[in-house]
């Protein structure tokens, strides 16, 4: 049972950690809705399939999260030329 609780927190650790790098990976201005992005998130979902419907999830919200700033930000600009 250790086993499993060590494996838990582990995974808990790699998932955090892959959220805060694609969130790096988005403040650096990297689409992370390209498909030729390969996000931590992913990566993490491709090695461990006992979590990746949470991994996909997590990474809809984030495209989702980072097409809302665009679209904002491309808004602000326009305004600005004028």
Known sequence: MSQAITKSINLQQTLDTAIQETQEIMQQG???S????VTPLESVANQYP????QCNQLLMELVQQQMKQLSGQESSQFVNEF
């Open 30 to 32: 990297i689409d992370i």
């Open 34 to 37: 390209d498909p030729s992005v």
């Open 50 to 53: 006992e979590i990746s419907p």
